[in-house]
């Protein structure tokens, strides 16, 4: 009677210890892929530190009062300041989110929410769709030259916008469309059907359920797509310097040329080798990026605060 518990006890015994052994693996293993993580993440930011404190130690000296309200110089020399850059920036910044921004979340919205309505109306309006979402696809992943160039043949030399604040901005719109589209689509994907459902069934029309519900739940995820084109218009280079014409003078409207930060950039370190002013407009440019993202998350913040209040 006694071997068939011995035996027992033994199995049990060696199970326990395998699952023991097991346990002690698996967590080892999970201590080590966390500190893998942790140690691409910590690269990642010292690699972010190096370059912007690179560019902020080598640039501060060249930053001062006259070379924030004083406007570039004409001609080779690097001399001025930046003032017409960063209002010129301002200027582009505004006009292709005013251009972009409608377009892109009207288009993903009908992608995500009426898109189920087309499904019936025949072979060619769903093929037409599997195009839209190709090419909106497609147009996330071409090189900002290609865009540029487009924006070069069409606005400045066919519709005749000269180099100018239009034509920027119109190409400009085209290379941050997609992402707004794409950015909104997965903003809308994030909420819950039901809240949809309930809406519908409380004798909501679908467009005040869109705009009413789904709409504000997404905001957050827009904000976010915006905030990623803004910081794409402002680091922007190749758009700009087929389009709006390198002017280091203050627009006066529309069909004025200008310069932005980045591109006075390009001229300084290009053109006129003024490496330290260079740098210096460098570390200004990342803190314009830096204070418009967060502005832009902190009315992020206040709508989505607002859209909780009244839910």
Known sequence: MNVPDITSTNAMNLAEKRSAADLRRRQAAQKLSFGLFWLGALVVILIMLVVVGYVFITGFKSINLQFLTTPPKGGLSGEGGISTTVITTLYLVGL??????????????????????????????????????????????????????????????????????????????????????????????TVPVSLREGSLALGATRWQTISKVVLPAAIPGIITGIMLSVGRIISETAVFYVTLGGSYRLPKNLFSGGRTLSLHLFYLAMDTNAFEKAMGTGAVLIVSIILINLIIDLISRKLSAGVRLHQ
């Open 96 to 189: 292709i989110l005013a251009i972009s921004a409608p377009l892109g979340i009207g288009a993903a919205v009908f992608l995500i929410e009426y898109q189920g309505q087309t499904q019936s109306g025949g072979k060619f309006i769903r093929s037409l769709l599997q195009v839209v979402n190709f090419g909106v696809e497609t147009l996330a992943g071409i090189p900002s030259i290609i865009f540029g160039l487009f924006g070069y043949a069409l606005f400045v030399s066919t519709l005749k916008f000269g180099f100018s604040l239009l034509s920027a901005a119109l190409a400009g719109a085209c290379l941050v469309l997609p992402t707004i589209i794409r950015t909104t689509q997965e903003a809308l994907l």
